[in-house]
């Protein structure tokens, strides 16, 4: 079993930063990569960004640019690094982990204001 917890998220203005975190513990050896999601109001989970095991990189179109995964260790530990931000990004942000199974976090509140 893995556990994931997301921290980072809160309140920002447009045009601003924010960095993101999460921190897997429990089986991470079943880990092959992590990434994160979001979610806003009214609209499905959609992809944000992942980092692969060997360290390869992969965005979605609309934070291409913008959002960032710092090369770590992406078995126990994956950033998000947001810059630009945008009141259309205003979600809530879910860590996930790709392994024997899927494991989701708990998910952590960004909000830009314009």
């Known amino acids: 079993q893995v556990q994931l917890v997301e921290s980072g998220g809160g309140l920002v203005q447009a045009g601003g930063s924010l960095r993101l975190s999460c921190a897997a513990s429990?089986?991470?050896?079943?880990?092959?990569?992590m990434g994160w999601y979001r979610q806003a109001p009214g609209k499905l989970r959609e992809f944000v960004a992942a980092?692969?095991?060997?360290?390869?990189?992969n965005y979605a179109d609309n934070v291409k640019g913008r959002f960032t995964i710092p090369r770590g260790n992406a078995k126990t530990t994956v950033n998000l690094q947001m810059n630009s931000l945008k009141p259309e990004d205003t979600a809530v942000y879910y860590c996930?982990?790709?392994?024997?199974?899927?494991?989701w976090g708990r998910g952590t509140q960004v909000t830009v204001s314009s």
């Open positions: 996930r982990a790709w392994g024997a199974y899927d494991y």
């Open positions: 429990g089986s991470i050896a079943n880990i092959n990569a």
């Open positions: 980092i692969g095991g060997g360290g390869s990189t």
